[in-house]
């Protein structure tokens, strides 16, 4: 069992920086792809960054691409996404999941196979 609370999310002027925080509980974090996934209102929840165990591997939506960095870090249980050059088409509730993979080399882009998820941070920003 793995539980996953973020913090980070706030409010940000258009073209402002946030860094979002993931703290996972259980063990051998390193086993499990960490993925963030947003969802705007009336719209559906979508990835926007995951990241492989060992961190040899990410992948980010076109979206986020040159903004936004995945990274992580293993001794801590802690998974990170900056995210600079904010957009108001940004604004969203940020989520935090992850899965269990054999390969510490993997990354999953498909959200309906996350076992585990956060309860989500807002983040808005304004223009």
């Known amino acids: 069992q793995v539980q996953l609370v973020e913090s980070g999310g706030g409010l940000v002027q258009d073209g402002g920086s946030l860094r979002l925080s993931c703290t996972a509980s259980g063990r051998t974090f390193s086993n499990y792809v960490m993925g963030w996934f947003r969802q705007a209102p009336g719209k559906e929840r979508k990835l926007v960054a995951t990241?492989?165990?060992?961190?040899?591997?990410?992948y980010y939506a076109d979206s986020v691409k040159g903004r936004f960095t995945i990274s992580r870090d293993n001794a801590k249980n802690l998974v990170y996404l900056q995210m600079n050059d904010l957009e108001p088409e940004d604004t969203a509730v940020y989520y935090c999941?992850?899965?269990?993979?054999?390969?510490?080399?993997?990354?999953?882009?498909?959200?309906?196979?996350?076992?585990?998820w956060g309860q989500g941070t807002q983040v808005t920003v304004s223009s």
């Open positions: 990241i492989s165990g060992s961190s040899s591997n990410t």
């Open positions: 999941a992850a899965t269990a993979r054999a390969s510490r080399d993997w990354i999953e882009t498909r959200g309906g196979l996350y076992n585990y």
